[in-house]
């Protein structure tokens, strides 16, 4: 029994992912004491559906943080494509709710593109572009609507239902949470199985030692952010659909929501370390505490600093973590 102990501690003390897990059922326990309406299956589906726009763009925050970058203009590029591509569908440019989306990913990815020149060509750092590009975008967005609301009543009624069926996946759940998993189940076996996701992980782990073994420091970079781009379109499709109306400040402040997702799901902000799995338990858990707080009746004025309270628990023992492993690393190397 002993022993069993031992090396159950030992598991959760090298997988970032186990941990994570297990503190996500003990939130989930403690909140359903309080509110036993909680684990039920219409607030759950409730909760995926409504959080889906926020699981999903993480994907492509994680991406840019592992090459040590971050990007916060995908909350400004999801605004952005999101408006855009409302406004062809309110003017009757398009009807089809496939072409709606794909017509939004392709300005996301353009938008992305665009950062990714700006740091890769113009050597401009991460944080500087990315803030500059975020009031550009928004900007943009406000220009193009004339700061006016595309409403439900001007989308196609197909469009508007979208969101609210499950006809993707033959009735099992929402159509927007089906596009969720099915995202991160791909982007699962590239980050994992792929040459192109060790290169990911290569850039950011050691970029002069991924250079001199002939990767394209600058390619990737270039895709991963046009990659964060295309995300920031689709959950901008997702968000509009979600909501039935496009305005010109949504998605206002998600980018800090899905840097604490990646961060609570052990992406380091350094670069070079962090996992799918982590990452859809750090937003899952972002999600639980988001539907969490109001059950149990928490104000809408603590709301905020209890998020950040955790986010910030979050960044020192994820920082603590990393050094335990290098820790633990050196140590078996006998170094």
Do not use: H
Not at 99 to 120: A, D, E, H, K, W
Not at 272 to 301: D, E, R
């Amino acid at each position: 029994m002993q022993s069993q102990m031992k090396s159950l501690l030992k598991k959760l003390k090298s997988s970032r992912e186990l941990s994570l897990f297990l503190v996500l059922a003990i939130i989930c326990v403690a909140v359903q004491l309080r509110n036993n309406s909680f684990l039920t299956a219409k607030t759950i589906n409730d909760m995926l559906k409504n959080y889906s726009t926020t699981i999903m763009l993480s994907l492509g925050m994680m991406s840019v943080l592992l090459i040590g970058g971050i990007d916060i203009s995908v909350a400004s590029s999801l605004a952005f494509s999101g408006m855009c591509a409302s406004l062809m569908m309110r003017d009757g440019v398009y009807s089809s709710t496939l072409v709606m989306f794909l017509v939004s990913v392709g300005i996301g990815m353009l938008c992305g593109m665009l950062v990714g020149l700006v740091i890769t060509q113009g050597k401009v750092l991460p944080i500087i572009a990315t803030l500059g590009l975020t009031n550009i975008f928004r900007g943009a967005t406000y220009i193009v609507s004339g700061s006016r609301w595309v409403s439900a009543y001007q989308f196609q009624s197909t469009f508007k239902q979208f969101a609210q069926t499950n006809t993707l996946s033959f009735g099992l759940v929402n159509n927007l949470v089906f596009i969720t998993i099915v995202c991160y189940a791909v982007f699962f076996v590239i980050m994992k199985w792929t040459r192109f996701g060790r290169r990911i992980y290569a850039v950011g782990s050691n970029p002069e030692a991924a250079a001199v073994s002939g990767i394209n420091i600058n390619g990737i970079k270039f895709v991963v952010y046009s990659m964060a781009g295309a995300f920031a379109g689709l959950t901008g499709a997702m968000y509009t659909a979600l909501y039935a109306s496009a305005q010109s400040d949504m998605g206002m402040g998600m980018e800090m929501d899905v840097i604490a997702a990646c961060v609570i799901g052990g992406v380091s902000l350094n670069g070079g370390q962090g996992s799918v799995v982590g990452v859809l338990l750090g937003a899952l858990t972002m999600a639980v505490i988001g539907k969490a707080l109001p059950l149990i009746g928490v104000s809408q004025f603590w709301q905020t600093a209890i998020k950040g309270l955790i986010i910030l628990t979050a960044i020192i023992i994820n920082v603590l973590t990393q050094r335990m492993m290098r820790k633990n690393a050196l140590k078996e190397r006998e170094i």
